[in-house]
């Protein structure tokens, strides 16, 4: 049986109803991550079945310019395919949070940057569990292949790739050759990356707070999916008028 790809999601760019004929063309569900109300209409009425909304808080590029509750406040007003919260989401309360919004579900990324599964550089894990949610800073230095396109990275790596006094903060080896990469460069440092790691761009959300250890995915997963699950059950038997026994009795 041929592989098929399930979901297909974009990023960036204005929600294109071509490319999302593409996709269930092929039979996979259309996904696109935006920052903005207006932009999740635009991805619902491009076909998308579901919207990601990203909120400033997220790691990597950030699309958008506000954070997450006001963000999923007004995506959930305004579009009626289900909607994944993204962006600062790393404790079981924050996704507590999220899904007692009215999200359909939450995306977690930086959390998972820091696993044994994960092929970032060691080093760059080390410095997502050093880190705290105020390390991380919204910037565009990082911008050699892909320029005008904010991002979150520690704080520590903006400062570390202004003061290095090279053209090249290392090299990367994929299939052939390794290949440097320049200072400011785009791509953040896996495995196979040497050099100045630190001066890299190491992206992090403000999730990086909840980052204490390098874990396998599932134990992630297993910790914010039961704590979660608690949170919401407890929130239930706070509220009467939400708890049916509570009403009943
Ligand atoms: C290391 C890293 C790489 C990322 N790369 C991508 C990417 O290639 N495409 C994309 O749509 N989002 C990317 N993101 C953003 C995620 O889709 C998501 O919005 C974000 O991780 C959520 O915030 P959090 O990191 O606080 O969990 C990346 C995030 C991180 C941390």
Redesign the pocket.
Same mark, same amino acid.
């Given at each position: 049986m041929a592989f098929r790809v399930r979901l297909i999601?974009? +990023?960036?760019g204005h929600p294109d109803p071509v490319l999302v004929e593409v996709a269930h063309a092929a039979g996979a569900l259309a996904a696109w !991550?935006v920052g903005s109300r207006d932009e999740a209409v635009s991805a619902a009425d491009a076909g998308c079945d579901l919207i @990601?909304a !990203? #909120?400033i808080? =997220? #790691? #990597?590029? @950030?699309?958008g310019t506000i954070g997450l509750l006001p963000l999923l406040d007004a995506v959930l007003g305004a579009v009626a395919v289900p909607v994944v919260a993204? $962006?600062?989401?790393?404790t079981a309360r924050g996704l507590a949070a999220v899904l007692a919004a009215g999200a359909s579900a939450a995306? @977690?990324?930086?959390?998972? =940057?820091a696993t044994l599964e994960s092929g970032?550089h060691p080093s760059y894990k080390q410095c997502l569990v050093a880190a705290e949610a105020a390390d991380t800073v919204v910037t565009e230095a990082f911008s050699v292949w892909w320029p005008d396109a904010p991002h979150?990275v520690l704080r520590s790596a903006v400062d570390a790739a202004e003061t290095l006094d090279q053209e090249h903060a290392g090299d990367v080896s994929g299939d052939g050759e390794p290949f440097p990469i320049p200072r400011f460069a785009v791509r953040?440092p896996n495995r196979s990356t040497r050099g100045r790691i630190d001066a890299m761009a190491l +992206? =992090? $959300? !403000?999730? @990086?707070g909840a980052v204490t250890a390098i874990t396998p995915a599932a134990e992630v997963i297993r910790e914010l999916a039961m704590g979660a699950e608690q949170l919401l059950g407890d929130a239930i038997d706070r509220i009467p008028e939400w708890n049916p026994k509570a009403r009943a009795s």
């Open positions: 999601e974009w +990023y960036w !991550q @990601v !990203q #909120g808080e =997220a #790691g #990597g590029h @950030v699309r993204a $962006g600062g989401i790393g995306r @977690v990324g930086t959390r998972f =940057a970032a979150r953040p +992206y =992090a $959300g !403000q999730s @990086v």
